[in-house]
C-alpha cells in the first residue's frame, strides 16, 4: 500500500470529494472499500439476528428442571419387580470359612418392604446363630438417572456400608451387583460378587462370593422361603 493511499484513507470522509487522486488510487479505493464494506454489512446482520435469537426464559429453564426431577423419581417397571420381593421370609444361611469346605448353616427370618413410595426395597434380615445373633439392614434400587440397580448393605460385624452396582438378567431372573467389601485382617479392600436369583413366587436365593488372591469363592448363601 503507498504512502498516498495510506494518507488518503486517514482524511474525513466527508473531505474526500475534494481530493485529486490518480487513477490508479481510485482503482485503489474501490478494491479497499468494496470487501470492508461488506464486511462491515455482515457483521452488523449478524450482531442482529444474535440479539433477536430467542433465549430460554426462567419460566422454560424452570419446567425443564422440574421435568428432569420428575423423571428421576417417576416409579417404573425395575420398582415393580422389585416389589415382588415383599414379604416375610424364612432364611437358611450358609457359611463358608477359609480351609472349611462344608459351610455352618443357620437360619433365621428376614422382611422384605417398599418404601419411599415404592422406590427402594428394604431388608431387615436376622439369623439366630448360637454364638450371636446375626442382624443386617440392606437395600436394593433402581436409579433411574444412572440406569442402574444398586444395593447397600450394613451389619453389626462392621461400622461401614457395602455399595454394589449392577443389573438384571431377565432370562434367568437374577440381579448381579459387583462392589468391594472391607477386609478388617489386611486392611485391603476385597472385591465382591453377589447374585440375587428369583426361582419361583416363594423362593429366592441370596450369594455372595469373595475374590481373595484372584480367585474366587461362595463365601455366604442365604435361601428364602416364603411365609407370607
Known amino acids: 500500500m503507498t504512502s498516498e493511499v495510506i494518507d488518503w484513507l486517514r482524511t474525513p470522509a466527508h473531505a474526500w470529494p475534494f481530493l485529486r487522486l490518480r487513477p490508479s488510487l481510485v482503482r485503489t479505493h474501490t478494491r479497499l472499500t468494496l470487501p470492508i464494506a461488506l464486511l462491515l454489512a455482515l457483521t452488523a446482520w449478524q450482531a442482529q439476528a444474535a440479539s433477536t435469537a430467542p433465549a430460554k426464559t426462567t419460566t422454560t429453564m424452570a419446567e425443564e428442571s422440574a421435568a428432569a426431577f420428575d423423571k428421576a423419581g417417576v416409579v417404573g417397571l425395575q420398582h415393580r ?126 450369594d455372595f462370593y469373595e475374590r481373595h488372591d484372584g480367585n474366587e469363592a461362595l463365601a455366604v448363601r442365604l435361601e428364602y422361603t416364603r411365609q407370607n
Not at 101 to 115: F, L, Q, R
Not at 148 to 165: A, C, E, P, Q, V
Open 81 to 206: 419387580r422389585l416389589a415382588e420381593l415383599v414379604g416375610t421370609w424364612k432364611v437358611t444361611q450358609s457359611f463358608w470359612t477359609t480351609g472349611n469346605p462344608a459351610p455352618k448353616i443357620d437360619t433365621g427370618s428376614a422382611t422384605y418392604a417398599m418404601v419411599l413410595g415404592g422406590r427402594h426395597l428394604r431388608q431387615d434380615l436376622q439369623i439366630d446363630s448360637p454364638d450371636k445373633t446375626f442382624e443386617a439392614l440392606g437395600y436394593i434400587g433402581y436409579d433411574n438417572m444412572a440406569g442402574r440397580y444398586y444395593s447397600s448393605w450394613m451389619d453389626i460385624n462392621f461400622t461401614g456400608l457395602i455399595l454394589s452396582y449392577g443389573d438384571y438378567d431377565a432370562a434367568s431372573h437374577t440381579y448381579t451387583f459387583l462392589g468391594t467389601l472391607p477386609g478388617p485382617a489386611t486392611g485391603k479392600t476385597i472385591p465382591l460378587r453377589a447374585e440375587l436369583k428369583v426361582l419361583d413366587t416363594n423362593h429366592f436365593t441370596y
